[in-house]
């Protein structure tokens, strides 16, 4: 009897080294439509209806409302058993942006990270990220910004989870992840300013990538009949191997209509340079920025959550999971073959 069951240990722990060990391209590619899946509508749609909550009063920077946002964001990667970063910037999650850093702040704010090592290039880091602040309260009425930006900062969440459930099972990203939720984004992008300019967590020069998420959880007037699309802005500006590698994984994995109207140079909405993102980009660092476009309810109170539509809120988001992992496995990290404008 006891030799049977050490026996049987024997193997099983002999099974779960070599398993670690052996698996191929293509094992990695059947867990990337595994995990992509734990991905869904119904997930994404319990955090939105708390995030864009009337509790949470407009998420405005340096807020009491905001705070509550950061501790939320804050306890989700607690519970998963996902790190903060280790850095003499960051304690528990929270990168603390002093009040009058920027005249614009008037109030002590952060910005909230989680972090997922890389098990083959950990010094080589893949940034996601999405803006969690939103305007607050304005004549007593409450603007939740469901939208804007609540849908990126829940999927960005729904994002950690598969990725951290992947390392449960031995599939660690072979770079690192850092999941940056940016504070005082809508009051001039200042969140990812002062990590790009003050106080990088990462060497910009290791940072391979940004992928932004900024509003993915409405349908646009001019989709209305063919929902499932997403706007791509900022993929082909700086690396063709980005921008290729983007086409490929959406192609392969979930078949959205890639719309590049807003990704014009001669676009008068300029959108490249008014999210997070181009705080990464004006720094060569390759990005691409995920949006639905402008509705009605941009920055008005009624940007709430019963306007979403989830299902496609959670293929958009697994459109950027996917992307994030073939990015994070690639051989190569995406070369820079374009001057910045
Ligand atoms: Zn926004």
């Known amino acids: 009897m006891k030799k049977t069951i050490l026996l049987l240990a024997f193997c099983f722990a002999f099974l779960e080294c070599s398993s670690q060990k052996t698996f191929t391209k293509e094992d990695y590619e059947k867990a990337l439509s595994k995990y992509m ?36 964001i804050q306890d989700f990667y607690a519970k998963e058993g996902i790190q903060s970063p280790e850095s003499p ?14 005249p614009r702040i008037a109030k002590d704010t952060e910005n909230v990270l989680g972090f997922i090592k890389g098990s083959e290039k950990p010094d080589e880091i893949l940034i996601i990220s999405a803006h969690y602040d939103h305007v607050g309260v304005r ?16 999927a960005l969440l729904e994002i950690a989870q598969a990725f951290q459930k992947a390392v449960k099972d031995g599939f660690s990203p072979k770079r690192s992840i850092l ?5 005082a984004e809508e009051i001039g992008l200042l969140g ?47 690396s063709t191997e980005l921008h290729n590698l983007s086409e490929s994984v959406n192609q392969k994995y ?21 999210s997070d993102h181009y705080n990464f980009a004006k720094n060569n660092i390759p990005i691409i920025f995920y ?3 402008v509705h009605p309810d941009y920055h008005q109170p009624t940007d709430t959550p019963d306007k979403i539509n989830y299902e496609i809120l959670a293929k958009r988001t697994q459109l ?22």
């Open 37 to 72: 899946k734990t991905i869904t509508a119904s997930e994404l749609k319990e955090h939105l209806y708390i995030f864009a909550s009337d509790e949470f009063e407009g998420r405005n920077t340096g807020e009491p409302g905001q705070k509550k946002a950061a501790k939320y």
């Open 89 to 102: 910037y960051v304690q528990n999650y929270l990168q603390p942006i002093p009040a009058k850093t920027f």
């Open 139 to 154: 004549n007593g009425e409450i603007f939740n910004g469901a939208d804007d930006d609540g849908s990126g900062s829940v």
């Open 179 to 183: 999941f940056l939720h940016l504070t």
């Open 192 to 238: 990812s300013k002062f990590y790009t300019d003050i106080q990088p967590v990462f060497p910009l020069e290791n940072t391979i990538a940004n992928l932004n998420i900024d509003m993915i959880g409405r349908v646009d007037e001019k989709h209305q009949n063919e929902p499932n699309y997403v706007y791509l802005i900022g993929s082909d500006k700086l």
């Open 254 to 274: 979930t078949q959205l209509k890639l719309d590049y109207t807003y990704n014009d140079d001669n676009d008068p909405n300029r959108f490249y340079y008014r």
């Open 291 to 293: 949006f639905n476009g």
């Open 320 to 341: 950027v999971f996917a992307t994030a992992w073939e990015l994070a496995n690639a051989e190569n990290r995406p070369v820079v073959d374009k001057a910045q404008k």
